[in-house]
């Protein structure tokens, strides 16, 4: 005679897992774990996956081979030669006289190092242009830089919107950004323009792709 009753043989029956269950759950716990451990692993070789997937993220247009490229720029061309470690500029236009104001005062350099001076569009697009070149970029690249930084400051280095604090030629927010190109970046169409390309291939790979951002949202 049994000495369980039948709720106590019932309950017992319930509990008991047969080995075909058993293998069944080890399986799916073993790829529960695979999946998990790949996407641990794909974080661990590659931390920065799916950060282009931005649809303003566009891969920037390179220089084939080699030779001679023209950029457009304010006032004519300039002619680039990429090389592998250089770059060499062919034809420039004459930086203009800088004016001098009331008080005679106005620097006739062409750094931008003074704070009344302002450096012709046309100087800070030749460098614009070389720093381009020299990353690879082909001259569609820069034409998209151009009109990008037209409509940001005009190509101005001493552009400034007393509302958000944007400062120089790429409207760096806050422009203090830009020192870490450069102690000399209020100043600096060198500073400011290296800063830039470098915050525009971080942030969207490519002019282009910074000024598709522009285009659609009003800002990059």
Same mark, same amino acid.
């Given at each position: 005679?049994?000495?369980?009753?039948?709720?106590?043989?019932? *309950?017992?029956?319930?509990?008991?897992?047969?080995?075909?269950?058993?293998?069944?759950?080890?399986?799916?716990?073993?790829?529960?774990?695979?999946?998990?451990?790949?996407?641990?692993?794909?974080?661990?070789?590659?931390?920065?996956?799916?950060?282009?997937?931005?649809?303003?993220?566009?891969?920037?247009?390179?220089?084939?081979?080699?030779?001679?490229?023209?950029?457009?720029?304010?006032?004519?061309?300039?002619?680039?030669?990429?090389?592998?470690?250089?770059?060499?500029?062919?034809?420039?236009?004459?930086?203009?006289?800088?004016?001098?104001?009331?008080?005679?005062?106005?620097?006739?350099?062409?750094?931008?190092?003074?704070?009344?001076?302002?450096?012709?569009?046309?100087?800070?697009?030749?460098?614009?242009?070389?720093?381009?070149?020299?990353?690879?970029? *082909?001259?569609?690249?820069?034409?998209?830089?151009?009109?990008?930084?037209?409509?940001?400051?005009?190509?101005?280095?001493?552009?400034?919107?007393?509302?958000?604090?944007?400062?120089?030629?790429?409207?760096?927010?806050?422009?203090?950004?830009?020192?870490?190109?450069?102690?000399?970046?209020?100043?600096?169409?060198?500073?400011?323009?290296?800063?830039?390309?470098?915050?525009?291939?971080?942030?969207?790979?490519?002019?282009?792709?910074?000024?598709?951002?522009?285009?659609?949202?009003?800002?990059?």
């Amino acid at each position: 005679m049994s000495i369980w009753s039948t709720g106590e043989r019932r *309950a017992a029956g319930r509990g008991a897992v047969s080995p075909g269950r058993r293998r069944a759950r080890r399986v799916f716990s073993a790829l529960v774990m695979a999946v998990v451990a790949g996407m641990l692993l794909v974080t661990v070789v590659d931390p920065y996956a799916g950060a282009t997937a931005s649809s303003f993220y566009r891969e920037p247009a390179m220089v084939q081979g080699s030779g001679v490229q023209r950029y457009a720029i304010s006032g004519g061309y300039v002619l680039v030669d990429p090389k592998r470690d250089g770059y060499q500029a062919y034809t420039a236009p004459a930086p203009s006289a800088a004016k001098a104001g009331p008080g005679g005062g106005g620097s006739t350099g062409t750094s931008g190092s003074g704070g009344s001076y302002t450096t012709p569009v046309g100087v800070a697009q030749t460098y614009a242009a070389k720093a381009v070149a020299k990353r690879g970029w *082909a001259p569609s690249e820069f034409s998209c830089l151009v009109s990008l930084w037209n409509r940001e400051s005009g190509w101005n280095t001493h552009a400034a919107n007393p509302g958000s604090g944007a400062y120089g030629i790429p409207q760096a927010l806050p422009g203090s950004k830009m020192a870490a190109a450069g102690a000399d970046w209020q100043n600096s169409y060198a500073t400011q323009i290296t800063w830039g390309l470098g915050y525009i291939a971080g942030s969207y790979g490519s002019p282009c792709g910074a000024w598709g951002h522009s285009n659609a949202l009003g800002w990059y």
